[in-house]
């Protein structure tokens, strides 16, 4: 495990500030590779807890992805546009908007 001294530094930030969603987000991208039921966990924490926090949108969709949880993906970009639209960060939103696009066009029925 190559980023294990990663995730253990990140296991302590989350203890020590609780409140700030970057560490969950990175230990959810660390965890990708690492463990797939740890990932999904930080993910849904932060979609659930920190619905305000953007970049969790686009890394999350991918994820569901991969995991064939397809709708959810889906409902994931949908709520990471929208939240992009609210907080007027158009480069967020052009990313979400084109990933959603071809996302669509993969999973169409």
Do not use: C, W
């Not at 930080?42 to 970049?55: A, C, G, I, W």
């Not at 397809?70 to 546009?81: D, E, S």
Request: no cysteine; net charge negative; charged share 25%.
């Amino acid at each position: 495990m190559a980023n294990l001294n990663r995730i253990q530094q990140l296991r302590l930030f989350t203890e020590e500030d609780p409140s700030d969603p970057f560490n969950f987000y990175a230990l959810a991208l660390e965890y990708q590779t690492e463990n797939k039921n740890h990932a999904k966990e930080y993910f849904e924490l932060l979609l659930d807890q920190f619905p305000e926090y953007l970049p969790t949108y686009f890394h999350a969709a991918v994820f569901f992805i991969e995991l064939g949880e397809v709708n959810k993906a889906g409902q994931i970009y949908k709520k990471g546009i929208s939240l992009a639209q609210n907080q007027q960060n158009h480069h967020a939103e052009r990313e979400l908007k084109n990933a959603y696009l071809n996302f669509q066009l993969e999973h169409e029925d």
